[in-house]
């Protein structure tokens, strides 16, 4: 069939939604038959819940690793993937997924990205995990311009501009830190409720050098109102403890305050579901709909358990049965130690 033009309408083998532990093993195992694909993921970066919730964290129950923290855990993945050339959309979500006449799935990410598939893999974890907003009247106009959410644009530029990071954790703590001292900024503002910052000692005495030099100012209050002039945000209204108001002169807003998951549109993608869980088959980990897979938290089977080894031995079944579905044959099984189909694949000469 003539598939018709759109904007930005890209073809793949496989869309992979969630760059989670999951997401990523998913990738290789996809890597190892000669399927190539695309990532897309909520988050400006790879690594999931693993790196949000438990960056610093020590896991204990990764095969072969003793312990290593969840930053890590997506460092070594990101590393295995890396001779399959994934292409990544970070910052993205999947705003509708349709199955197509001719078998294929059209993916459309938030950012207006189309991505024409052969076959789908769900490893969205409980949901996409995307910035809580600030609930204050007319501030969504200046949402991408002069105000954002966890982390700056890379290209953004904060030379000689106010910058105010909004938050109370130690993710708000660390980017107010990284800012002062890069020295760019005409002015680091730390804006909370109250004078007191979770985060670990080691930042907290950062923070408290970095306000002794005046490269900091911590403001205590909250934000109740903004003022604008013209099309650009001029400055937050806040109130203090005591109940006194002022305005808060500022050029950019990086609110960091933390990160909810929502399950968002998978919902309405007419996947059969069981408590907002998408309910899979354990040969192949495949959904209600052709094509489409489900591997991690996301699904639901009798037996399962909620574990990322779990999840790394679904996206090893659901690889195997989407290559068999888009060959139309079985596929045989090799071995990554004396495969030179695989060594080639990996970019690895073979063991002497």
Known sequence: MTVPSLPALQETDAVVIGAGPVGLFQVFQLGLQGITAHVIDALPHAGGQCVELYGDKPIYDIPGVPVCTGRELAALLQRQIEPFNPHWHLGALVATLAPQPDGRLLVETSQGVQLLARAVFIAAGVGAFVPRTLKVEGIERFVGTQVHYQNLPRNQDVARRHVVVHGGDEPAVARAVELAEQGLAARVSLLHRRDVFQAPDGLLQRLQQLRDAERIHVEAAQITGIEAAGDRLAALQLVDADGSTRALALDLLLAVLGISPRLGPIADWGLAM???????????????????????????????????????????????????????????????????????????????
């Open 274 to 352: 069981d408590r907002k869980q998408l309910v899979v088959d354990t040969e192949a980990f495949r959904t209600s709909v052709p094509g489409i897979h489900a591997v991690g938290d996301i699904n639901t089977y009798p037996g399962k358990r909620k574990l990322i080894l779990c999840g790394f031995h679904e996206a090893t079944l659901a690889a195997f049965g989407a290559a068999e579905a888009l060959s139309g044959g079985k596929v045989a099984l090799q071995y990554t130690t004396t495969s030179p189909r695989l060594h080639q694949l990996l970019g690895v000469s073979p063991a002497a």
